[in-house]
């Protein structure tokens, strides 16, 4: 009997390693943020795993070259966490998830999208620390990350953005100094108010953490 | 006589009464009587009682056993009889009774309390019925019951604590039923039980301690129930037991080591709880064990347990814990393994394939999917001539496949999905005649696949997706009659298709997506009459289709796009279950046809990207299912008919870039799940039908390059979710309505080359997601550009020339940091322009008379340059003076940079001595000191710490150094 049942088990087992006939593996990346998000708006639905690719997903924009560009679920009601599979998207060019209810940590694998323009984040519930790896995006023109709930310092690796025009931070729980160097000699203060930041950094003077 | 008659009356009465109710209370009916008012309580489709009869003596009657005399019934045995109703109250007045086997029938009703008053009973068999309610508790007084089996019920509540009296029980069979609480503490009591069965039940709370009183258990199976807590250590003592089931429930703690001692085991499952640590190496004193599961638990550490220790073992499963490291050396011995089941799947374990397994000669199925394992397949897994699933996906396996796998005879299934193995598929595979499923999918297999592959003719999966073999499809694949599934996509294949690929008549997917394959399909695919599923696309494949693929009837799924076939579409309209149909970017021509409706199932069309002509068939209107419709550009001509309106579930309507005229259908408003609509790049007329405010699950409204004429509808203010809205190349006329700003989510808006009137809504300022553009060039719009726009702080282009704007620029639109385009060129603008706008070109502005400021000329010249023109010669003076000037410079400059060469290249030679390459790299240096002393003053502090390891390295090189101040001294004198 026992027997029987086990080798049940591997059979089922068995069959249960369907044929790849879906793999897709920006679509697997995004069906794997769906199952991490909470959306009572049904805003993903149409979703679905089983087509080729996701580019006639609704809010996910292709290339000529069926790769995800756009990622658009900014006001969606949408809540829940982000995962590390995003980083798989490395055509992304827009991550619009703006205004939502969006909590967790932000994954460092974001600093994956090389082609990355705009990250979007603003007015969500993410936490924790602003990760050193947004220093690899090396396209990123527009971050927005403002009110959220981050902490910790500003991470000095992000002065090596040349391209970074508009940097957004405020209103979170941020820490230590605002950098000066690169791209940060140019951003208005407005980027930085209402957080528990100690002004402009003073080099050689003050640990940039100072206070955090 | 008189009595004789006397006794004969009273015996009929009896026999009356029997058959009719009794009431006349007499105080012993014969055991026959309660018997029959059992059988009144049943009923019995089988007839199985038919001779239960007051004609008959009871002794007869099926099912029972009588006492010797033949005045008392012994056993009742109605096992299987397909009896439903109830169990009688009454039976326990059958008082000699010792069996009751109403065990696999339909009865319903509660287990009476009346028969704890059957003081012989010795077994009661009710299992496999639909009896419900609780365990009477008079059960318990059965002193001499011996087997209890009431399982496979709906039976509810407890298990009665008075179980425990029950002292000569041997057998006690409670499971798949509903039981809820404890296991009762004084199942201990049950010293002379052997087995105990309590599986699917809902049983909760801790293993009772006592338990280790039952002595003589051998069985104990308490799977699939809630119980927690740790697995009691006096188990130990339960020296008798030979299966241990405690799978599923939740059992937390580590597996007590006194469980070693528990020397007869033979099975033991404790698959699926919430058990950790490591795995005590005591269970390998268990020698009688022959299966052993400890799967989907979180077991830690490393595999402690030894085959050659564990010399009974048959299976062995570990899948499913968080255990390290490799699978121990010496884990089998080559001539004693019985081993035939080894499953390790979903561990974290790790290093290369494990040489010893090659001693587990019995093995069947090895599974190590899953791990972190790497490192390349060893040539000697032939050894294994016993196995037939291999499965080692989801490691990091490497190197080739070795061509010994040819000799593993008995493999059936070969799984190594998701590894990094490169090479070629060895010919040799052609050797397994059993194999039935290959799974090589995302490797980096390359090479051709070899015809060999064809000799495996009990292949039924193949599947090599996401590889990189090259060549063609081999030509004799036909020989594989019980193909399913042939998935090759993603690979670097080319040729045609073979033709005997139509004599895989089982083929019910074919995948050969995204390769270089090439040619027209085979007239042969009209034997595939099974295909479910064909996927083509992005490849090469030309040509018209076979008409003779109409004879495929059960296809579901086709998707041919991004090929070049042409001709009609016609052939793939056999089958009229279709689900999905996608033909995008061939060369397909003529009409739509009108055969498709036949498919009432279609979700999926997408027609686009052909030379399909004619009109869109009205028949369309009976695809209500239809989900995604796209035939845009094609040839199609017509209008929108009007049927399409029955088709409710379309979420994308795509037919941009036709030549559909006619007016845009006001019925589009009742399409509710529409998320895209584009009717782009057509002769469409007529007004933008206001019923489309109603799709207020519009995300993308294209309706631009066409003729449509009117006003922009107040509606679109309704479509609350549109993030994308482009009407630009109309004819449309009239105001921006100022209720486009509850459009909250759109980001792309363009309404260009137009003929909008008024002035821009300061609403549109309300827009601030608006983010790829605000295009409201072309237009007539007049007025002042609104200060609001300045909100619009994520907009990257804005464009509004070409309009008749008035008045100053605002200057909130300095707020507009994200923007990289700007254009308000020809309009009527006038004044200072903000001076951060200086970094866009001269074209963003150009065409308004009256706008100054950088990039424009100054606002000082501008203002005098009517009283203060310069003349046409002295401009010509002025740049013949400056080009001059500049020639001079440069003349002067190319001097010097000869000089500093020819320098240079004197102190070059001299040192030639240091070898070309080190030479090389002073040159670099050198120069690099040159600028640095040139900046030398200006820039000195941003730089000198970069610079400082550089100049270090110059020690050696001083001599090079000094030549080179040398030189620049002699330059600078030259001046």
Same mark, same amino acid.
């Given at each position: 009997?026992?027997?029987?049942?086990?080798?049940?088990?591997?059979?089922?087992?068995?069959?249960?390693?369907?044929?790849?006939?879906?793999?897709?593996?920006?679509?697997?990346?995004?069906?794997?943020?769906?199952?991490?998000?909470?959306?009572?708006?049904?805003?993903?639905?149409?979703?679905?795993?089983?087509?080729?690719?996701?580019?006639?997903?609704?809010?996910?924009?292709?290339?000529?070259?069926?790769?995800?560009?756009?990622?658009?679920?900014?006001?969606?009601?949408?809540?829940?966490?982000?995962?590390?599979?995003?980083?798989?998207?490395?055509?992304?060019?827009?991550?619009?998830?703006?205004?939502?209810?969006?909590?967790?940590?932000?994954?460092?694998?974001?600093?994956?999208?090389?082609?990355?323009?705009?990250?979007?984040?603003?007015?969500?519930?993410?936490?924790?620390?602003? @990760?050193? /790896?947004?220093?690899?995006?090396? =396209?990123?023109?527009?971050? $927005? &990350? +403002?009110?959220?709930? !981050?902490? #910790?310092?500003?991470?000095?690796?992000?002065?090596?953005?040349?391209?970074?025009?508009?940097?957004?931070?405020?209103?979170?729980?941020?820490?230590?100094?605002?950098?000066?160097?690169? @791209?940060? /000699?140019?951003?208005?203060?407005? =980027?930085?108010?209402?957080? $528990? &930041? +100690?002004?402009?950094? !003073?080099? #050689?003077?003050?640990?940039?953490?100072?206070?955090? | 006589?008189?009595?004789?008659?006397?006794?004969?009356?009273?015996?009929?009465?009896?026999?009356?009464?029997?058959?009719?109710?009794?009431?006349?209370?007499?105080?012993?009916?014969?055991?026959?009587?309660?018997?029959?008012?059992?059988?009144?309580?049943?009923?019995?489709?089988?007839?199985?009682?038919?001779?239960?009869?007051?004609?008959?003596?009871?002794?007869?009657?099926?099912?029972?056993?009588?006492?010797?005399?033949?005045?008392?019934?012994?056993?009742?045995?109605?096992?299987?009889?397909?009896?439903?109703?109830?169990?009688?109250?009454?039976?326990?007045?059958?008082?000699?009774?010792?069996?009751?086997?109403?065990?696999?029938?339909?009865?319903?009703?509660?287990?009476?309390?009346?028969?704890?008053?059957?003081?012989?009973?010795?077994?009661?068999?009710?299992?496999?019925?639909?009896?419900?309610?609780?365990?009477?508790?008079?059960?318990?007084?059965?002193?001499?019951?011996?087997?209890?089996?009431?399982?496979?019920?709906?039976?509810?509540?407890?298990?009665?604590?008075?179980?425990?009296?029950?002292?000569?029980?041997?057998?006690?069979?409670?499971?798949?039923?509903?039981?809820?609480?404890?296991?009762?503490?004084?199942?201990?009591?049950?010293?002379?039980?052997?087995?105990?069965?309590?599986?699917?039940?809902?049983?909760?709370?801790?293993?009772?301690?006592?338990?280790?009183?039952?002595?003589?258990?051998?069985?104990?199976?308490?799977?699939?129930?809630?119980?927690?807590?740790?697995?009691?250590?006096?188990?130990?003592?339960?020296?008798?037991?030979?299966?241990?089931?405690?799978?599923?429930?939740?059992?937390?703690?580590?597996?007590?080591?006194?469980?070693?001692?528990?020397?007869?085991?033979?099975?033991?499952?404790?698959?699926?709880?919430?058990?950790?640590?490591?795995?005590?190496?005591?269970?390998?004193?268990?020698?009688?064990?022959?299966?052993?599961?400890?799967?989907?638990?979180?077991?830690?550490?490393?595999?402690?347990?030894?085959?050659?220790?564990?010399?009974?073992?048959?299976?062995?499963?570990?899948?499913?814990?968080?255990?390290?490291?490799?699978?121990?050396?010496?884990?089998?011995?080559?001539?004693?393994?019985?081993?035939?089941?080894?499953?390790?799947?979903?561990?974290?374990?790790?290093?290369?394939?494990?040489?010893?397994?090659?001693?587990?000669?019995?093995?069947?199925?090895?599974?190590?999917?899953?791990?972190?394992?790497?490192?390349?397949?060893?040539?000697?897994?032939?050894?294994?001539?016993?196995?037939?699933?291999?499965?080692?996906?989801?490691?990091?396996?490497?190197?080739?496949?070795?061509?010994?796998?040819?000799?593993?005879?008995?493999?059936?299934?070969?799984?190594?999905?998701?590894?990094?193995?490169?090479?070629?598929?060895?010919?040799?595979?052609?050797?397994?005649?059993?194999?039935?499923?290959?799974?090589?999918?995302?490797?980096?297999?390359?090479?051709?696949?070899?015809?060999?592959?064809?000799?495996?003719?009990?292949?039924?999966?193949?599947?090599?997706?996401?590889?990189?073999?090259?060549?063609?499809?081999?030509?004799?694949?036909?020989?594989?009659?019980?193909?399913?599934?042939?998935?090759?996509?993603?690979?670097?294949?080319?040729?045609?298709?073979?033709?005997?690929?139509?004599?895989?008549?089982?083929?019910?997917?074919?995948?050969?997506?995204?390769?270089?394959?090439?040619?027209?399909?085979?007239?042969?695919?009209?034997?595939?009459?099974?295909?479910?599923?064909?996927?083509?696309?992005?490849?090469?494949?030309?040509?018209?289709?076979?008409?003779?693929?109409?004879?495929?009837?059960?296809?579901?799924?086709?998707?041919?796009?991004?090929?070049?076939?042409?001709?009609?579409?016609?052939?793939?309209?056999?089958?009229?279950?279709?689900?999905?149909?996608?033909?995008?970017?061939?060369?397909?021509?003529?009409?739509?046809?009108?055969?498709?409706?036949?498919?009432?199932?279609?979700?999926?069309?997408?027609?686009?990207?052909?030379?399909?002509?004619?009109?869109?068939?009205?028949?369309?209107?009976?695809?209500?299912?239809?989900?995604?419709?796209?035939?845009?550009?094609?040839?199609?001509?017509?209008?929108?008919?009007?049927?399409?309106?029955?088709?409710?579930?379309?979420?994308?309507?795509?037919?941009?870039?036709?030549?559909?005229?006619?007016?845009?259908?006001?019925?589009?408003?009742?399409?509710?799940?529409?998320?895209?609509?584009?009717?782009?790049?057509?002769?469409?007329?007529?007004?933008?039908?206001?019923?489309?405010?109603?799709?207020?699950?519009?995300?993308?409204?294209?309706?631009?390059?066409?003729?449509?004429?009117?006003?922009?509808?107040?509606?679109?203010?309704?479509?609350?979710?549109?993030?994308?809205?482009?009407?630009?190349?109309?004819?449309?006329?009239?105001?921006?309505?100022?209720?486009?700003?509850?459009?909250?989510?759109?980001?792309?808006?363009?309404?260009?080359?137009?003929?909008?009137?008024?002035?821009?809504?300061?609403?549109?300022?309300?827009?601030?997601?608006?983010?790829?553009?605000?295009?409201?060039?072309?237009?007539?719009?007049?007025?002042?550009?609104?200060?609001?726009?300045?909100?619009?702080?994520?907009?990257?282009?804005?464009?509004?020339?070409?309009?008749?704007?008035?008045?100053?620029?605002?200057?909130?639109?300095?707020?507009?940091?994200?923007?990289?385009?700007?254009?308000?060129?020809?309009?009527?603008?006038?004044?200072?322009?903000?001076?951060?706008?200086?970094?866009?070109?001269?074209?963003?502005?150009?065409?308004?008379?009256?706008?100054?400021?950088?990039?424009?000329?100054?606002?000082?010249?501008?203002?005098?340059?009517?009283?203060?023109?310069?003349?046409?010669?002295?401009?010509?003076?002025?740049?013949?003076?400056?080009?001059?000037?500049?020639?001079?410079?440069?003349?002067?400059?190319?001097?010097?940079?000869?000089?500093?060469?020819?320098?240079?290249?004197?102190?070059?030679?001299?040192?030639?001595?240091?070898?070309?390459?080190?030479?090389?790299?002073?040159?670099?240096?050198?120069?690099?000191?040159?600028?640095?002393?040139?900046?030398?003053?200006?820039?000195?502090?941003?730089?000198?710490?970069?610079?400082?390891?550089?100049?270090?390295?110059?020690?050696?090189?001083?001599?090079?150094?000094?030549?080179?101040?040398?030189?620049?001294?002699?330059?600078?004198?030259?001046?």
């Amino acid at each position: 009997m026992a027997h029987l049942y086990l080798l049940s088990v591997f059979l089922s087992l068995l069959l249960s390693i369907s044929p790849s006939l879906s793999s897709n593996s920006e679509g697997n990346a995004l069906h794997a943020l769906r199952s991490r998000l909470v959306d009572p708006t049904n805003a993903l639905q149409s979703w679905d795993p089983a087509l080729v690719n996701p580019c006639t997903w609704f809010h996910v924009v292709c290339d000529s070259n069926s790769h995800v560009t756009r990622l658009d679920l900014g006001n969606s009601n949408i809540s829940g966490t982000l995962g590390p599979e995003l980083g798989q998207l490395k055509h992304l060019k827009y991550l619009e998830l703006y205004r939502n209810d969006i909590g967790g940590k932000i994954p460092k694998e974001l600093g994956n999208l090389k082609n990355l323009v705009s990250m979007d984040m603003y007015g969500n519930k993410f936490e924790g620390e602003i @990760p050193k /790896s947004f220093a690899k995006l090396k =396209s990123l023109i527009f971050l $927005r &990350l +403002n009110n959220n709930k !981050l902490s #910790g310092s500003i991470p000095r690796e992000l002065t090596t953005l040349k391209e970074l025009k508009v940097f957004d931070v405020s209103n979170n729980d941020l820490c230590g100094t605002i950098p000066v160097d690169g @791209p940060f /000699s140019s951003f208005p203060m407005e =980027s930085f108010v209402n957080n $528990r &930041l +100690n002004g402009p950094e !003073l080099k #050689g003077l003050v640990p940039y953490d100072f206070g955090c | 006589m008189g009595s004789t008659q006397m006794c004969n009356l009273v015996l009929f009465l009896a026999i009356l009464h029997s058959v009719l109710a009794v009431s006349l209370g007499e105080d012993k009916p014969a055991e026959s009587y309660w018997l029959l008012r059992f059988k009144s309580g049943l009923v019995d489709p089988a007839g199985v009682l038919d001779n239960w009869s007051p004609r008959a003596h009871m002794c007869s009657w099926n099912g029972l056993t009588c006492s010797p005399d033949q005045t008392h019934v012994l056993g009742i045995n109605l096992s299987s009889s397909e009896l439903s109703g109830s169990i009688s109250h009454e039976l326990w007045h059958l008082t000699s009774l010792e069996i009751l086997d109403l065990s696999s029938n339909s009865l319903t009703g509660s287990i009476p309390s009346e028969l704890g008053k059957l003081q012989n009973l010795q077994m009661l068999l009710l299992y496999r019925n639909s009896l419900s309610g609780k365990i009477p508790e008079e059960i318990g007084l059965l002193k001499n019951l011996q087997v209890l089996r009431i399982g496979d019920n709906l039976l509810s509540g407890e298990i009665t604590p008075s179980i425990g009296n029950l002292t000569q029980l041997r057998v006690l069979g409670l499971a798949y039923c509903q039981f809820n609480g404890s296991i009762p503490s004084g199942i201990g009591n049950l010293k002379h039980l052997v087995s105990l069965d309590l599986q699917n039940n809902s049983l909760d709370g801790h293993i009772p301690e006592e338990i280790h009183g039952c002595e003589e258990l051998q069985n104990l199976a308490a799977s699939n129930n809630k119980l927690e807590g740790d697995i009691p250590a006096s188990m130990g003592m339960l020296r008798s037991l030979q299966i241990l089931n405690l799978a599923n429930n939740s059992l937390s703690g580590s597996i007590p080591v006194e469980l070693g001692q528990i020397s007869n085991l033979k099975y033991l499952s404790l698959l699926g709880n919430r058990l950790s640590g490591q795995i005590p190496s005591q269970l390998n004193q268990l020698v009688q064990l022959e299966t052993l599961d400890l799967s989907v638990n979180n077991f830690s550490g490393a595999i402690s347990l030894s085959n050659a220790q564990l010399k009974n073992l048959t299976t062995l499963v570990l899948s499913g814990n968080a255990l390290t490291g490799n699978i121990p050396s010496n884990f089998c011995l080559s001539n004693s393994s019985k081993l035939q089941q080894l499953f390790l799947a979903r561990n974290t374990l790790s290093g290369k394939f494990q040489l010893d397994l090659l001693n587990c000669r019995s093995l069947q199925q090895l599974d190590l999917s899953d791990n972190n394992f790497e490192g390349g397949l060893p040539s000697g897994l032939e050894k294994l001539e016993h196995l037939t699933d291999l499965q080692l996906n989801n490691n990091s396996f490497s190197g080739n496949l070795p061509s010994e796998i040819g000799n593993m005879s008995n493999l059936e299934s070969l799984i190594l999905f998701d590894n990094m193995i490169t090479g070629r598929l060895p010919p040799e595979i052609g050797k397994l005649q059993r194999l039935s499923t290959i799974y090589l999918y995302d490797n980096q297999m390359s090479g051709g696949i070899p015809g060999e592959l064809t000799n495996c003719t009990s292949l039924t999966k193949i599947d090599f997706f996401g590889n990189h073999f090259t060549g063609s499809i081999p030509e004799t694949i036909g020989k594989l009659k019980n193909l399913n599934v042939l998935q090759l996509r993603q690979n670097e294949l080319s040729g045609p298709i073979p033709p005997s690929l139509g004599y895989c008549k089982r083929l019910q997917i074919m995948a050969l997506a995204d390769n270089k394959i090439s040619g027209t399909l085979p007239a042969t695919f009209r034997f595939l009459t099974e295909l479910n599923k064909i996927t083509l696309y992005n490849n090469s494949f030309e040509g018209p289709l076979p008409a003779s693929l109409f004879l495929l009837k059960n296809l579901n799924i086709i998707n041919f796009s991004h090929n070049r076939f042409s001709g009609s579409i016609s052939p793939l309209l056999g089958s009229n279950s279709l689900t999905a149909l996608d033909l995008t970017n061939n060369s397909f021509s003529g009409p739509i046809p009108s055969a498709l409706t036949q498919s009432r199932n279609l979700s999926r069309l997408r027609l686009a990207h052909n030379h399909l002509s004619g009109e869109i068939p009205s028949e369309f209107g009976a695809l209500t299912k239809l989900n995604f419709f796209d035939l845009s550009f094609n040839n199609l001509t017509g209008e929108v008919p009007p049927q399409l309106s029955n088709c409710k579930k379309i979420q994308h309507f795509l037919l941009s870039n036709n030549q559909l005229a006619g007016t845009m259908p006001p019925w589009l408003g009742s399409l509710e799940e529409l998320g895209e609509l584009d009717f782009s790049f057509n002769k469409f007329h007529g007004n933008i039908p206001a019923e489309l405010g109603n799709c207020s699950g519009l995300l993308k409204l294209s309706l631009h390059s066409n003729k449509l004429s009117g006003n922009i509808p107040q509606e679109i203010g309704n479509l609350t979710s549109l993030n994308v809205l482009t009407l630009q190349r109309n004819n449309l006329s009239g105001l921006i309505p100022s209720t486009i700003q509850e459009c909250k989510k759109i980001f792309e808006l363009r309404l260009s080359e137009n003929f909008l009137t008024g002035s821009i809504p300061p609403e549109l300022g309300k827009l601030t997601e608006l983010q790829v553009i605000l295009d409201l060039s072309e237009n007539s719009l007049s007025g002042e550009i609104p200060s609001s726009l300045g909100n619009l702080i994520k907009l990257e282009r804005l464009n509004v020339s070409l309009n008749h704007l008035q008045g100053e620029v605002p200057f909130s639109l300095t707020k507009l940091t994200s923007l990289h385009m700007l254009n308000l060129s020809n309009n009527d603008l006038q004044g200072q322009l903000p001076s951060t706008f200086s970094g866009f070109p001269l074209s963003s502005f150009l065409g308004n008379e009256k706008l100054c400021g950088p990039p424009l000329v100054s606002c000082l010249e501008s203002a005098g340059q009517d009283n203060k023109g310069l003349s046409n010669t002295a401009v010509v003076g002025i740049i013949v003076a400056i080009v001059f000037t500049s020639t001079l410079i440069c003349l002067v400059m190319l001097y010097m940079i000869v000089r500093i060469w020819y320098n240079w290249r004197k102190v070059s030679i001299s040192s030639t001595g240091g070898g070309g390459a080190e030479q090389r790299r002073e040159e670099e240096k050198w120069e690099y000191g040159e600028k640095e002393k040139r900046r030398n003053g200006e820039y000195w502090k941003v730089n000198s710490m970069a610079l400082a390891p550089s100049q270090d390295k110059q020690n050696p090189s001083t001599c090079i150094f000094h030549f080179k101040m040398d030189a620049e001294i002699t330059g600078n004198t030259l001046v």
